[in-house]
């Protein structure tokens, strides 16, 4: 079952309207319980989905991870979902081949339930302290039915990175300080970097990125809290009759976000004649040729992939007009 082919058309259309398409699945049943909960994933990220395959196992492979797979030539790791996120699946039927940040890894699943269309405003971020960095939202696939259907959208960025950790033995900083070489990312004074991102991995990151860069920030983790902020910043601005230029200097974005997802930020932020002068960086773990030529047609000044400081920094110093 390809998903590669789905149309650039179809896409535009879905984030035209602040919508996206969710794969949902099951990965068997928690400790303790008897149903299998309902995870899912955003479309625009599988790749393609399988029966699963025989996996060789590699001799010190990270803990979760089952081994690799030859899948037409290319192969890729495979990583035990369930045991990720705790539960104990009736059999690994059904792969997910996925590609995030420029990488491509598949994961195991008990079985694949549908695919269904959402608006953004249907997800929810999820609490802290109960997803323990797995789960960055909760999708009410029913709307605002009462007893409707929930789905624990996961956070791959943040299980990829604890399953399968960066080799790289260089800090974010010292990625940075190579690729600038001494030149050095300067904002006018009194402006800040607006940022928003769901995932808590990514937040770190970036906030490791932007402190090595000596950039001040804010951080927000959606889109509809980025733009609760800015429409605040306007309002201070407007009272003091200075414009928005003087306090934003730059909003980075994420794409899949609760609420709101990046597409429609960048949007209202283009449309709206104070604001759209701010330049706007979309920093996403799409990627891929399509995704990349799509996330780059939302109107954003530049797109950058997840995670690469390096590539990071020398973007915003571009799109500042420092480069």
Not at 1 to 26: A, V
Not at 120 to 130: D, F, H, N, T
Request: a negative charge; aromatic letters at 4%.
């Amino acid at each position: 079952m390809s998903l590669e082919q789905r149309e650039i058309d179809e896409r535009t259309n879905l984030t035209g309207s602040n919508k996206f398409e969710m794969l949902l699945f099951r990965l068997g049943t928690a400790p303790g319980s008897q149903h299998a909960e309902l995870y899912g994933i955003n479309v625009f990220k599988i790749r393609e989905i399988v029966a699963m395959p025989p996996v060789t196992a590699m001799a010190g492979a990270p803990k979760h991870v089952l081994g690799v797979v030859n899948l037409r030539g290319q192969v890729i790791p495979v990583i035990d979902l369930p045991a990720v996120v705790g539960c104990e699946p009736k059999g690994l039927n059904i792969m997910l081949v996925t590609e995030y940040s420029r990488t491509t890894q598949a994961f195991a699943a008990e079985g694949v339930e549908d695919i269904v269309r959402l608006d953004w405003s249907q997800v929810l971020p999820a609490e802290a302290g109960v997803a323990r960095g797995t789960v960055t939202s909760i999708a009410r696939l029913d709307g605002d039915a009462a007893n409707g259907r929930l789905a624990q959208v996961l956070d791959v960025e943040s299980i990829l990175r604890n399953v399968m950790p960066s080799q790289d033995k260089q800090s974010i900083k010292e990625q940075i300080d190579e690729q600038l070489q001494g030149r050095s990312v300067k904002l006018a004074p009194g402006t800040v970097i607006l940022a928003a991102d769901d995932s808590l991995v990514a937040r770190r990151m970036i906030e490791q990125g932007l402190q090595a860069m000596g950039l001040p920030y804010i951080m927000t983790q959606s889109g509809k809290e980025a733009w609760e902020k800015l429409a605040a910043l306007q309002a201070e601005c407007d009272a003091q009759g200075a414009g928005i230029e003087t306090r934003v200097a730059l909003v980075l974005t994420d794409l899949e976000m609760p609420d709101m997802d990046g597409f429609t930020l960048t949007r209202k932020i283009k449309q709206d004649q104070k604001l759209r002068g701010i330049p706007v960086v979309i920093h996403s773990s799409l990627s891929g040729a399509t995704n990349e030529q799509h996330v780059r047609s939302a109107g954003a000044d530049a797109y950058v992939a997840k995670f690469a400081p390096d590539e990071l920094s020398v973007t915003l110093r571009n799109v500042l007009g420092q480069g």
